[in-house]
């Protein structure tokens, strides 16, 4: 079953914050994030295994609660190239260790 | 880092014809390959899994026999579109996942643009 993602779309000014979260029915292995630029390949951001998981990457950063079989992605000072698609994908046992996507969120960053 | 190599970025062709996409995994071994189909403003939909050396499994409502998948080597696979009609037109991608398992990343191919007239 496909992960809950939330908001669909976002338009922000440079320099803002967005946070994206993703959600899910089942109990979670992981959960991957990858942001998509149109007409190219999506590009891995990160990976969260362990509930109550938190990395950074450089200005973006993401937490696993895994109790609560949910995620979310921060954005902080926002900048132009951080425009895309935004994909959550989860793994758990019971979808076969398979990575199931989101449908995405849009993010539009505005100079 | 893991490194997936996916050509050809663009291709058209008629109706009737078949196209072969190709993913190579350049520095690791791709024990396991997923194959994805991507509609304009949709999100990635699996089409099969394949394991190396082993048949293809596919997702419910994806002709096997429409789309073959080969994975007969730990650095290559590839999806061959049989017949193609222009509903098949479609961004394809690969996706490679190594030893490591679903622990790790997995390493998309830049994808292939399929036109079909």
């Known amino acids: 079953q496909q992960p809950v993602q939330s908001p669909q779309a976002v338009i922000l000014r440079e320099g803002e914050d967005a946070v994206i979260n993703c959600s899910s029915s089942k109990a979670l292995y992981s959960v991957h994030w990858y942001r998509q630029k149109h007409g190219e390949a999506p590009v891995f951001l990160m990976i969260?295994?362990?509930g109550g998981e938190q990395k950074g990457h450089e200005k973006i950063s993401a937490s696993f609660n895994e109790k609560k079989q949910q995620s979310s992605l921060y954005l902080t000072a926002s900048q132009l190239s951080y425009s895309g698609t935004y994909f959550c994908g989860t793994v758990s046992g019971e979808s076969n260790y398979q990575l199931i996507w989101g449908a995405g969120t849009k993010l539009i960053i505005k100079p | 880092g893991a490194v997936v190599s996916q050509h050809p970025s663009r291709v058209i062709c008629k109706s009737g014809t078949s196209v072969k996409i190709e993913c190579r995994s350049l520095d690791f071994q791709a024990t396991t390959m997923f194959w994805y189909r991507q509609f304009p403003k949709q999100s990635l939909m699996l089409m099969a899994t394949?394991?190396?050396?082993?048949?293809?499994?596919?997702e419910q409502g994806v002709e096997k026999d429409k789309f073959l998948i080969n994975h007969a080597s730990l650095t290559l696979s590839t999806l061959t579109v049989t017949s193609a009609h222009p509903e098949d037109s479609s961004f394809y991608i690969c996706s490679a996942r190594g030893a490591w398992g679903p622990r790790g990343g997995y390493t998309f191919g830049s994808g292939t643009r399929l036109t079909v007239v």
């Open positions: 969260l295994l362990k």
């Open positions: 394949s394991n190396e050396g082993s048949k293809a499994t596919y």
